[in-house]
């Protein structure tokens, strides 16, 4: 008859049940992944394959057992790396919405907004488009796989090892909190200056010509003004979204797009 101990189901288990953990975490804030359209259920799914798959790569791993006085702090270590890269890949998302957000008011749009069921926040017209647009980017150049890797690649940075503390002044995610309005303002440059120069042609307008209501004319042709610069400048706002990407899934070891 057979038997096995408490070690040997450990040593089964421990390799599949933190990569569990770290993927499942990444799920429910990472793009694309914490969609609502995905089931709950289906996530779980996904991060078990996941999690399965990687134990061609992940070796040497530390076997720590759920019943041990470390398992607290492994399950911690395991849920904030995990919510960290999905964090950090959030961040270049939530960079185009604060774009969007200073482009809208430029164009006198920010009055149209929506919620968005995402961020579960009211975004203006150019900010749900400009999402939209990039979170489509996001999957055409394989994003979602780069998350994937840098999920794979944390373990090398961040092994198995209950450390939670030393994990998160590691990682130092607050230091990225600077690049959202830094790569932000570089998105939204081109048509803040294009909008800027447009208000100031209307301000000479009104003065040489103060019969006219500029009031009537000026909403039309910021809004038509606003729409052929972001057919302009759509194309140019890739390269800050990638360079955003690399720099906040660098940290976690993921390969570059």
Known sequence: MFGFSEQQIMAWLSPIIWPFLRTLAMF??????????????????MAFVVALGAQATLIDQPVVSVNSPDALGTVLQQVGVGLAIGFAARLAIAAVEVSGELVGLQMGLNFASFFDPVSNAQLSAISRFLVQIFTLLFIAINGHLVVLMA??????????NGHFMQSVSQMRIHELGSAIFSSALWIALPMMALLLFVN?????????????????VGFPVTLTVGMLGITATLPMMEQPLLRMFEQALGVFGAVSF
């Open 151 to 160: 999920v794979i690649k944390s373990f090398d940075a961040f092994p198995v």
């Open 200 to 216: 100031l042609t209307m301000g000479i307008i009104s003065r040489i010509a103060p019969q006219m209501n500029i009031f009537a």
């Open 28 to 45: 429910s804030v990472a793009p694309v992944f914490s969609q609502r359209a995905i089931p709950a259920r289906g996530k779980v799914a």
